[in-house]
């Protein structure tokens, strides 16, 4: 495991555990207190909001939800890519040419002010209705992605050999094809997760995200109503937007790790290139 990977995995398995353990400890979050905008201390870690509302019981609940629809968007973008990229990749024919043009459809169709057109007429929306719309505009680039690399996979020798030797198809796909595509999938999970975070947070940023429940980016949108960076209270936006920040750093840190298993070639130029940088020192 490299150093890479091992920081990576250790900053989101933290933030993974508060997220499942943190809302079990804490109470309410939307209890209304008769204290006002008070900083960390007094029984309170990070302080309160302007209605007296604990900061760090918000911030538990706000890490799990934002886990739930990072974990939803990741499983959703993960089976409609593998549909439309793998299935008909290797299925091919007309299937393969109609799957392909959906796919290109969908990757023209701006991402970003489709899901804002989507929140904006759905009155009450849920964690689950937010995550849905995520992963329905954002499956399509991993669906290519997978596409190309099963082509690819499919005109492999051994592939061929199975074909010839009479096995049924979906062995050859299950047994043949998948195990290769088993680090680019993983890959294209962890972007999914982080585009569904950010995107969640921009969403709920703007007034759009899931109505009555606690995300990271429901927190910012409400301290940036309460003024709190107006009014100097640090502890109430800056919990959250950290979190967005080291949770999207260690996906990255753990996504370029799997590249590197993917291409090789990139984990021999990062180690030569520091070999480069330990000389000229």
């Known amino acids: 495991m490299t150093l890479k ?9 933290i933030i993974v555990v ?10 309410n979050p939307s209890t209304v207190r008769d204290l006002g905008l008070t900083g960390p ?9 302007q209605t007296g509302q604990d900061v760090f019981a918000q911030l538990a609940y706000a890490t799990r939800g934002s886990l739930i629809i990072g974990v939803v968007v990741g499983a959703l973008t993960l089976l409609l890519s593998s ?7 290797f299925v091919g024919g007309w299937a393969d040419e109609a799957f392909s043009l959906f796919t290109n459809i969908m990757l023209v ?14 009155p009450n929306k849920s964690i689950w209705l937010v995550a849905a719309v995520l992963a329905i505009t954002s499956w399509a680039g991993s669906a290519r992605v997978l596409r190309g690399f099963t082509l690819s ?30 680090p680019l999938l993983a890959s294209q999970v962890v972007f999914a997760v982080i585009f569904a975070i ?3 947070a921009g969403l709920s940023f703007l007034g759009l995200g899931a109505s009555g429940s606690f995300t990271w980016g429901t927190m910012l949108f409400y301290a940036q109503n309460g003024l709190a960076l107006r009014l100097g209270a640090w502890w109430w936006f800056a919990p959250p937007g950290l979190a967005i920040a080291l949770f999207g750093a260690a996906l990255s840190l753990i996504n ?17 290139e520091r070999n480069k940088w330990s000389v000229k020192s």
């Open 153 to 182: 996979v499919r005109s492999r020798d051994y592939v061929l050999a199975a074909r010839i030797s009479g096995e049924k198809r979906w062995r050859i796909l299950f047994v043949e094809i998948l195990p290769n595509l088993i």
């Open 18 to 27: 508060f997220g499942v353990v943190g809302p079990l400890l804490v109470g």
């Open 41 to 49: 201390g007094n029984g309170f870690l990070l302080g309160t909001t």
């Open 5 to 13: 990977l091992a920081v990576g995995l250790g900053i989101a398995g």
């Open 109 to 122: 169709i701006p991402g970003l002010p489709l899901v804002i057109l989507i929140s904006s007429y759905v």
């Open 256 to 272: 370029f790790s799997i590249d590197e298993i993917i291409n090789p070639k990139l984990r021999s130029q990062t180690r030569a």
């Open 83 to 89: 549909f439309f990229g793998i299935v008909g990749a």
């Open 198 to 200: 950010l995107g969640e």
